[in-house]
């Protein structure tokens, strides 16, 4: 379905460089959105990998609610950068 990699590594990626003022029309925003949107499951939500860390940074675990958030609010990001481009 996807090339590997995680939602999390990706939204964090896109909110930066929307951050760092990138344009939304950018081929490496495009990228980054069509993998996330291609990624979403048929439920709405983001499969969770283990970036999440507990004791020490010693052990990684999955956390679905971070998942979406990160999702949704690089998704966020995007649609503010693509309203003030069409400006």
């Known amino acids: 379905l996807f090339r590997s990699g995680s939602v999390e590594e990706t939204a ?5 460089l929307l951050a760092s003022g990138a344009p939304a029309d950018s081929p490496a925003i ?10 979403q499951q048929p439920d ?6 283990r970036v999440c860390a ?8 999955p956390n679905g609610a971070i ?11 995007y ?4 309203t003030a481009g069409a400006r």
């Open 79 to 82: 649609r503010e950068a693509e």
């Open 44 to 49: 709405g939500s983001w499969p969770p990998s």
């Open 12 to 16: 964090w990626a896109l909110s930066a």
């Open 54 to 61: 507990y004791i020490r940074h010693l052990m990684h675990y």
């Open 67 to 77: 998942t979406r958030g990160l999702a949704l609010r690089a998704l966020a990001a």
């Open 30 to 39: 495009q990228q980054g959105i069509g993998w996330l949107l291609a990624a």
